[in-house]
């Protein structure tokens, strides 16, 4: 059973520039947004993994939980926004700049930015390399469970594909919660409605219950 795809293609003349609405539990993948203001807009767990960005403004915007794997940002402006909960793997920043913006509780990784202009809080992790991750026999087993779930495979969460782990993810969740339980609270994933877990603090935020309470 295949899933559908889901993304945008936006695009606005100079002469026209258009507003972006505010979004919420989408799986965006490879989505275009050209010459749009993100003013006030708010984007709360959006998976924009692979998605290109051009000459977009987000000024005063709210960016909370989102996943950017390998998206391009060129001639793009931030101003007075919060970024926070969020991934930024392989990204590309082309002639971005950056005003009294905020990274909080965000992974950066294997990306070039320029930090001029923003204010990076303590708990913003900046990895040079991808990371490496020991998959337990456990672990494998419950990971080729939840590849059959639609929405964890759509959203690559867990399996970039059958064969390929999503190691940042996995390195995350080992950094909240502890490896030898961490096959166990993933089997808890299969009890729950998984479609609007499309990014991964979403998914995080998912098993957070879990691991507080193992009786559930």
Same mark, same amino acid.
């Given at each position: 059973?295949?899933?559908?795809?889901?993304?945008?293609?936006?695009?606005?003349?100079?002469?026209?520039?258009?507003?972006?609405?505010?979004?919420?539990?989408?799986?965006?993948?490879?989505?275009?947004?050209?010459?749009?203001?993100?003013?006030?807009?708010?984007?709360?767990?959006?998976?924009?993994?692979?998605?290109?960005?051009?000459?977009?403004?987000?000024?005063?915007?709210? %960016?909370?939980?989102?996943? +950017?794997?390998?998206? @391009? /940002?060129?001639? &793009?402006? *931030?101003? !007075? =926004? #919060? %970024?926070?909960?969020?991934? +930024?793997?392989?990204? @590309? /920043?082309?002639? &971005?700049? *950056?005003? !009294? =913006? #905020?990274?909080?509780?965000?992974?950066?990784?294997?990306?070039?930015?320029?930090?001029?202009?923003?204010?990076?809080?303590?708990?913003?992790?900046?990895?040079?390399?991808?990371?490496?991750?020991?998959?337990?026999?456990?672990?494998?087993?419950?990971?080729?469970?939840?590849?059959?779930?639609?929405?964890?495979?759509?959203?690559?969460?867990?399996?970039?594909?059958?064969?390929?782990?999503?190691?940042?993810?996995?390195?995350?969740?080992?950094?909240?919660?502890?490896?030898?339980?961490?096959?166990?609270?993933?089997?808890?994933?299969?009890?729950?409605?998984?479609?609007?877990?499309?990014?991964?603090?979403?998914?995080?935020?998912?098993?957070?219950?879990?691991?507080?309470?193992?009786?559930?």
């Amino acid at each position: 059973m295949q899933y559908k795809i889901d993304r945008l293609n936006l695009t606005a003349y100079k002469s026209n520039r258009r507003k972006l609405r505010s979004l919420k539990y989408r799986y965006l993948a490879k989505s275009q947004i050209v010459r749009h203001n993100a003013i006030g807009t708010r984007f709360q767990f959006v998976n924009f993994r692979g998605s290109r960005f051009l000459k977009v403004r987000f000024d005063r915007a709210y %960016i909370q939980g989102c996943d +950017f794997w390998g998206a @391009t /940002f060129k001639d &793009c402006k *931030f101003v !007075n =926004t #919060t %970024i926070t909960d969020s991934v +930024f793997m392989s990204c @590309t /920043f082309i002639n &971005c700049s *950056f005003m !009294n =913006t #905020t990274m909080d509780y965000t992974a950066v990784v294997n990306t070039e930015i320029n930090f001029e202009g923003l204010s990076l809080k303590e708990k913003v992790a900046v990895l040079h390399r991808y990371p490496e991750y020991s998959i337990t026999h456990d672990l494998a087993e419950t990971l080729a469970k939840l590849y059959e779930d639609m929405n964890l495979r759509k959203c690559k969460l867990l399996n970039i594909s059958r064969k390929k782990y999503n190691l940042l993810n996995l390195v995350l969740l080992e950094n909240k919660f502890p490896k030898a339980t961490l096959a166990e609270l993933l089997k808890k994933l299969s009890t729950i409605s998984t479609k609007e877990i499309t990014t991964y603090k979403k998914m995080e935020l998912a098993l957070l219950p879990f691991y507080k309470n193992p009786a559930l």
